[in-house]
Each structure stands twice: as structure tokens, then as C-alpha cells.
């Protein structure tokens, strides 16, 4: 079981929207933020983090 932070934000991918504490089913979601504005942009941050991993891939490569 996994502890739930009740004053913590999330993601929740099923309802597409943010929720405080206990909500949906971990695997569900996102987090935890430490707010409900960065919860809100929990897919963007993926996104950011995704695309400066894969930039950092492609400069290991020597691409």
C-alpha cells in the first residue's frame, strides 16, 4: 500500500484533473506537487522533462 500525502497535490490521469490527498488510484496518477498549479501541469511538466531527457540522450550519443 502506498502512503497518501492528504495535503499533497496529484494528477489524475483518468478524471484529467488535479485532486488534494486522497483521490484515484495511485497508479492513476501523477506526483505528488506541492501545489495545485503545478498539479494542473503535471502532463506539460512530463513533457519538459521528457524532451531535455531526451536531448541529454542524443548528446551522450554524440548525435
Sequence with gaps: ???????A????LTHAKAEKGVGCRA??????????????RALELA????????KAD???KGR
Design 27 to 40: 497508479a492513476d496518477r501523477m506526483g505528488p506537487y506541492p501545489d495545485e498549479a503545478t498539479a494542473k
Design 58 to 60: 542524443k548528446e551522450w
Design 47 to 54: 513533457r519538459e522533462r521528457t524532451a531535455a531527457e531526451d
Design 9 to 12: 497535490w496529484y494528477y489524475c
Design 1 to 7: 500500500m502506498v502512503a497518501v500525502d492528504e495535503n
